[in-house]
């Protein structure tokens, strides 16, 4: 019953933007802190950036700081990553996490593909 769901990936421009989106349901989405995360073929999972439970800190990879900018939206229980000037090394799939410090649980979603051409 768990489940985030990402959206809001696609095709965009270098110098772009995109805004992806988390929907969670199945737990107290108040309670666990989002990040969003990235995977390319042939490199490691990145953290791209990351906000407490109630959105008071956040935290983000300095490949893209300055650029993207995470926020949440407790009452809507959904997560966003704003990404303005898009590069083509910002290609990958885009997956939101939640985590709970209190319990340690971790929950994934399916990941949305970003493709920023070159």
């Known amino acids: 019953q768990v489940q985030l769901v990402e959206s809001g990936g696609g095709l965009v421009q270098p110098g772009g933007s995109l805004r992806l989106s988390c929907a969670a349901s199945g737990f107290t989405f108040s309670s666990y802190a989002m990040s969003w995360y990235r995977r390319t073929p042939g490199k490691e999972r990145e953290l791209v950036a990351a906000i407490t439970s109630a959105g008071g800190s956040t935290n983000y990879a300095d490949s893209v700081k300055g650029r993207f900018t995470i926020s949440r939206d407790n009452a809507e229980n959904t997560v966003y990553l704003q990404m303005n000037s898009l590069k083509p090394e910002d290609t990958a799939v885009y997956y939101c996490?939640?985590?709970?410090?209190?319990?340690?649980?971790?929950?994934w979603g399916q990941g949305t593909q970003v493709t920023v051409s070159s």
């Open positions: 996490n939640a985590k709970s410090r209190a319990t340690g649980w971790s929950f």
